[in-house]
Structure formats: structure tokens, C-alpha cells
């Protein structure tokens, strides 16, 4: 088992940052990807942003790439994601998710087996 923990959302004006935080506990070593992808109201999940455990290759969504940067921490086992730039359409709850397999689609949700709670990141125009 895996728990996620994301913490950092909040409420910004457009043009301004944040920094989501998702702390990994339990079978860590067992993790080979970790993935954010965000929902919005009455839309699907959406991936944002991939990386490899071992930090070997990151992965964006075009709609992030140039404003979000996605990285993470051995030796507190977390994975960040600093958001700069950030405009209204980025309004959503924000999840982390890990993935125990060497998965070839970081972008599809299923390929992750297990999940955070959520952190609501809301930009203001």
C-alpha cells in the first residue's frame, strides 16, 4: 500500500504561483511513477505533469509545459509541482497519483494505482 497526501492549494490571482506538495508513505520503493493530474468542475481528470522516481524524465501536458515544473525529493519521499503563471483555466482539484509499474502512458489515469485526496488550487482574475 501506498498513502498520498497533497497539501499547498489555495486561492491566487492570476499571474501568481503556488507550490503543491504530495508526501508518499508506505511501499515507497515500489513507486516508479508519480503523475498530478487535476478535475475541474464537470470535467474529466486531466493529466499536467509525470515524472520518473528516479527522476530520469519528466512529462507535461502542452497546457503547462513553460509554466508548471514537476520534481521530487528521495529523502522526504515527496513530489512537488511549482505552478507560476498561473491563469483562471487552471482552477481545479489537484491530485497526485503513483504508479508501482513501468507504465508507457503516464497520461492516462488508469495506469496509476493509487491516489491522493485532492488539494483545490483557484485562480482569480
Known amino acids: 500500500q501506498v498513502q498520498l497526501v497533497e497539501s499547498g492549494g489555495g486561492l491566487v490571482q492570476a499571474g501568481g504561483s503556488l507550490r503543491l506538495s504530495c508526501a508518499v508513505s508506505?511501499?515507497?520503493?515500489?513507486?516508479?511513477?508519480m503523475g498530478w493530474f487535476r478535475q475541474a468542475p464537470g470535467k474529466e481528470r486531466e493529466f499536467v505533469s509525470a515524472i520518473r522516481w528516479t527522476g530520469i524524465w519528466t512529462y507535461y501536458a502542452d497546457s503547462v509545459k513553460g509554466r508548471f515544473t514537476i520534481s521530487r525529493d528521495i529523502a522526504k519521499n515527496t513530489v512537488y509541482l511549482q505552478m507560476n503563471s498561473l491563469k483562471p483555466g487552471d482552477t481545479a482539484v489537484y491530485y497526485c497519483a503513483a504508479d508501482q509499474d513501468y507504465s508507457s502512458y503516464p497520461e492516462r489515469p488508469m495506469e496509476y494505482d493509487y491516489w491522493g485526496q485532492g488539494t483545490q488550487v483557484t485562480v482569480s482574475s
Open positions: 508506505g511501499r515507497t520503493f515500489s513507486t516508479k511513477n
